[in-house]
């Protein structure tokens, strides 16, 4: 049996009681890079802990990668272990689990998915962002900064959207900063969209900074966020307590 959790975004007490009880059960955790430390230490004591991390600019083939995790799953459940696929967020925003459960199908390995709090949607509630309001945004959308070919075709859709008032919770995008904010900036025209980066998203070092769109690159050259860093694009991405603190100083 292969267990596929959701680690959450990093705090051990943002897991699910499903999650913390399927990793008190296992014999083997395949983990993410991403999985935080304080995650890990709630694995039992006697589990083998296989570190399966996936690392921008790494080098290292996709691919084969991907094919060593599938194949070390399959080993360790034909065994009869209890396997835990563990994966940073939720499995199934941007976490390849549909890769691996194809895998596992064709195995004829049964399996289970746990989910997980993704870290945009995390962010935007630990920072105090409504990514939906009534009467102001009504649709929210999670998606990249690139395509798995890291070019930047869905930018224009995006921008369209973004357009007419939907909240982007958007992953990856960093190092591709100039490539967004040129796209939405040009889709926005003169209305005013904020955006939100929010790094390191649960852990203790959580940071946030908050631009106009035209402002958010200076933004974050200045602060030098360390990575992971999810972003929070719109209309209305702005944390309620800088919006409270903007109207007290203008009252």
Wanted: aromatic fraction near 6%.
């Amino acid at each position: 049996m292969v267990s596929i959790v959701g680690a959450g975004p990093g705090a051990a007490d943002l897991l699910t009681v499903r999650a913390l009880r399927r990793l008190g059960q296992a014999h083997v955790v395949l983990y993410d890079n991403l999985v935080s430390a304080e995650v890990m230490a709630l694995c039992a004591p006697n589990a083998e802990l296989i570190y399966a991390g996936k690392k921008y600019g790494d080098q290292v083939d996709p691919r084969q990668r991907q094919r060593v995790i599938n194949e070390a799953m399959v080993a360790h459940a034909r065994q009869g272990k209890r396997v835990v696929r563990l994966k940073s967020g939720d499995p199934f925003i941007f976490g390849r689990a549909a890769e691996e459960i194809r895998y596992l199908t064709e195995q004829q390995i049964p399996y289970e998915v746990v989910p997980g709090l993704t870290a945009g949607l995390a962010a935007a509630s630990l920072v105090h962002i409504p990514i939906t309001e009534r009467n102001f945004s009504n649709a929210v959308l999670l998606c990249t900064a690139h395509t798995a070919n890291y070019d930047f075709e869905q930018l224009d859709a995006l921008a369209n959207m973004l357009r007419t008032g939907t909240t982007l919770v958007m992953y990856m995008g960093l190092s591709n900063m100039p490539q967004v904010v040129a796209k939405l900036q040009a889709a926005a025209g003169p209305e005013a969209v904020y955006v939100s980066a929010i790094s390191q998203v649960s852990g203790p070092q959580q940071r946030l900074v908050t631009a106009l769109l035209p402002d958010i690159e200076a933004a974050l050259a200045q602060a030098a966020l360390p990575m992971p860093v999810v972003f929070v694009i719109g209309k209305y991405a702005c944390s309620l307590d800088e919006l409270a603190a903007h109207l007290h100083s203008v009252s």
